[in-house]
């Protein structure tokens, strides 16, 4: 994961996990091209493992689930429970924030 | 080293893809020239002093005769003012680690703050000082985040991305209001002397936004800063070290002068040095890169001076080949860290090799 762009990145106040996160991603299946953030925002609305750890990502066009690993810029297992922490996290704060139980 | 040409001669012949001696060569070397001032001065202590902030240009210039200046600082001087807290270590990039946006209501909130004071006023105080001190003899640009960039610092990237989903408008408010910082930040540095601003449209990224989104959240903002920018005398500049840069839209939209922009070699889809010339982005605009910033770090003088040559050897075939006469500048990608290890001979490394070898004959 830590190539030249991601180093990059850091250097401009955003964390490896944070690029992660934005950087789009093509579905294998359909081809929607789409970010974690994107997918944790729509096609995991309402689902109480989006705040649990969860590591996995859903095309919200052809709905299919996989796992963040299969995503191309993440690497490897490890990688792959940084993200799902991180973006859970982010996730939880978010619906907080804004008085909502963060798993509706 | 004398040269046929000064350093203004050919960066005025450059803008016009007149001929020129050499090519340009302008590695992004800003807080690590800090060292150069000789007393021991701190990143945090020259990221607070307009005056050691304009030494080091000035020094920068005396030892490695760059063809430009830029006044990069780091991308949380807005969301500091704004009211972030910004961590800012002893000798590292300060970057902001709490965030002021927890709701869609709080970029309501946001104010343009007083750019006569904070870090925006060192900024903009340190840039007219080397630009006073180098206008004569080097192109001088300023430099500074783009609002969707300064928001992004603000309220953190995913809950920007989250907000622009689900609560565009509140987005819109806020970037009006960045917008409205920007134009201040803008017609502040028309005052400085420097000749171009360099706007930071970091987001302006294949691999984050498409078309549709960055044009709804950036370019309408962005088209009235570049106005304002050539409305206050200055060339409009970009920077994005994108691995997808929106090439089409900020280099022949914007209508830029300078495009400096980096280039990841494991990213198929990463545009080079060649690529971005025989495209047409070259043809009237002087694109700017593209030495991995971290080769000034972990590589040999050896290895940067081959680095920078073999660069040197593609942007002239590619040049010629296009029928241009000197539009490339021979940078960084991206800032040269400004790391107590960087090794400064690296940058000398890179300016020498291609005042040797960047002469351009077809």
């Known amino acids: 994961m830590a190539n030249g762009f991601y180093e990059a990145m850091k250097r401009s106040g955003f964390s490896y996990e944070t690029t992660a996160s934005v950087k789009k991603y093509k579905c294998p299946y359909c081809g929607f091209e789409f970010s974690l953030v994107y997918a944790r925002t729509f096609a995991c609305q309402g689902c109480s493992e989006a705040i649990k750890g969860c590591p996995k990502v859903r095309c919200d066009k052809c709905d299919t689930e996989f796992f963040i690993e299969e995503m191309g810029h993440v690497h490897g297992k490890e990688q792959q429970r940084q993200i799902s922490d991180h973006i859970c996290n982010i996730v939880s704060a978010y619906h907080t924030d804004m008085g909502r139980t963060p798993n509706r | ?362």
């Open chain 2, 1 to 362: 080293m004398s040269e046929a040409m000064t350093h203004i001669e050919r960066g005025m012949a450059a803008l016009s893809n007149e001929p020129v001696d050499r090519l340009l060569v302008s590695p992004l070397s800003m807080g690590v020239q800090r060292r150069l001032i000789g007393s021991g001065v701190t990143y945090r202590e020259w990221a607070h002093d307009p005056k050691l902030f304009a030494q080091s240009f000035v020094e920068g210039y005396k030892t490695y005769g760059p063809d430009m200046a830029v006044g990069l600082m780091d991308l949380s001087v807005m969301a500091g003012d704004l009211g972030a807290h910004v961590r800012m270590d002893l000798e590292n990039t300060p970057f902001v680690d709490e965030h002021i946006i927890h709701n869609p209501e709080d970029y309501e909130k946001l104010e343009v703050p007083d750019i006569r004071s904070g870090r925006s006023a060192v900024l903009l105080e340190g840039t007219k000082g080397f630009a006073q001190a180098l206008k004569d003899d080097i192109i001088c640009a300023g430099f500074v985040e783009g609002p969707l960039l300064a928001l992004s610092q603000s309220a953190g990237a995913e809950r920007l991305f989250m907000d622009m989903y689900t609560n565009p408008s509140a987005v819109h408010g806020a970037l009006e209001v960045m917008t409205d910082y920007d134009a201040q930040m803008c017609e502040g540095f028309g005052k400085t002397g420097v000749a171009g601003l360099v706007w930071d449209y970091l987001w302006g990224n294949y691999s984050c936004l498409g078309d549709a989104e960055y044009h709804e959240f950036e370019v309408k903002y962005a088209n009235k800063l570049n106005k304002l920018t050539l409305d206050n005398g200055m060339a409009v500049c970009v920077h994005n070290c994108a691995d997808m840069p929106h090439l089409k839209t900020q280099v022949k939209d914007y209508k830029t002068s300078i495009y400096s922009m980096a280039w990841y070699p494991l990213n198929p889809d990463s545009p080079s040095a060649t690529k971005v010339i025989e495209e047409g982005y070259a043809d009237k605009c002087v694109m700017a890169g593209n030495i991995d910033p971290q080769l000034f770090i972990r590589g040999s003088v050896e290895k940067i001076t081959k680095v920078a040559s073999d660069l040197t050897k593609e942007v002239k075939t590619a040049l010629c080949k296009r029928g241009l006469n000197s539009t490339f500048c021979i940078s960084s990608g991206c800032e040269v860290p400004p790391d107590l290890t960087t090794k400064l001979e690296n940058i000398r490394a890179v300016v020498d090799t291609v005042k040797k070898e960047g002469n351009l004959a077809c």
